[in-house]
Structure formats: structure tokens, C-alpha cells
């Protein structure tokens, strides 16, 4: 399985490429920005776009996902539970000082337990809100890999105090999902570097040891 991670736009949110060098098809999890480069590596690797995940409705993860559904073809996927914050994507701008971000809409709306598949692979969606309202997890069981989006990171956890951000449903995703899976799991987060399940359960500061597994 390939897997490029591309930091991208001002925030550098983590992009994640996924291809199947099989089938050559593809997943493009978070398109922030940089639609070109995101673009380079598809055509480097001759690799088609099957989905458009978008783990969460912030501008940073959002912001090129409808320039790239306009260059592939392929269909947004995200949850329902974030089109109030994807409305606000020009609140969003004028906060952090970004030019205006388009809304792609939602081709296919996600819920907890829907799987995509490139070649033999299969990713699962986890549920996992509180960094947003329709915050979402993909899991790649075939691959050890978890992409989390900003509900969890290195020693951290997603900021809870924008629009529609909730602190304890924050901490119930990750410790009722996240810290379910095996210590092993990379965590992709999105943004900054890797972690593991296993070293967040030991080591993240915001996740009370009474409440981990």
C-alpha cells in the first residue's frame, strides 16, 4: 500500500494519499490545500481517486477538497454531523486570517461502521466527535494504521473551544474507540508527527489514567 503524507496550507494539516498498486486506485483523507502537489503525487504514482475523506469540516482540512472532487471526479465523503460547521467556513477564514474556502458539499454522508476499499484494503469509519460535532477516524486494519484527524495527536488531544467542539466527548472517542485498539496502531494525526495507541494510553496528559482501558 502506498501512503504519502502531505503537509499542506498554513496549518499543514497532515494530507494522507492512499493507493493501491494493484488497482491503482486511490483515497485522499483531509485535502487542505496545495490541490497541485496532492494532484503531482496521484500523477507520480498514476494513481486514481476513488473518495475524498474529510475527517472534519475546519477549513484546513476541508479547504481544497472541492478543486479536487472538480479534477477527479471522485465523491466527498463526510459526516452530516459537520454540515453546520462546514457552513461556517468564512467565520473560520476571518478567524484565522485564510482566504475564503469553498464548500464542497457531501457526496456520501459517513456513519460509524462504513468501510471504502482500495484493491484488498479496507478503511473503516469510526465515529469520534468532540474536536467537532462530525468528527471522524479512519481505521486500516491491513495496515496497523489509524488517520484521527485532530481528535488525537502526539501527547494531545484536539482544541475543544471553537464552535461545536466538546471536551468530554472528546476524551470519551479516544478513550471508548482509540484506546481500544491495539497499542500498536500508528496514529496518524492531523497535524505533527506520528504516535502509537500505546504510547498516547502511557503518555497523553489529557486523558486521565482512571479513564483508560
Partial sequence: MIHHILPVGALRCNCSIFGDEATREAIVVDPGAEVAEIESIL????LKVKAIVITHAHFDHIGGAAKLRASTGAPVWMSASDEVTAMTLPVQAALFGVPMVT?????????????????????????TPGHTPGSISILIPAEG???????LFLESVGRTDLPGGNSKKIVQSITNKLFTLPDETIVVPGHGPNTTVG???????????????
Avoid at 43 to 46: G, L, R, T, V
Avoid at 107 to 125: C, H, M, N, P, Y
Fill in 199 to 213: 504510547h498516547e494510553k502511557q503518555f497523553n496528559p489529557f486523558v486521565g489514567a482512571s479513564a483508560r482501558p
Fill in 43 to 46: 500523477k507520480e504514482f498514476d
Fill in 145 to 151: 494504521k489509524l488517520i484521527a484527524g485532530d481528535t
Fill in 103 to 127: 464548500n464542497p458539499g457531501i457526496d456520501r454522508q459517513t456513519k460509524e461502521g462504513d468501510t471504502l476499499a482500495i484493491g484488498a484494503t479496507s478503511f473503516q469509519v469510526l465515529d
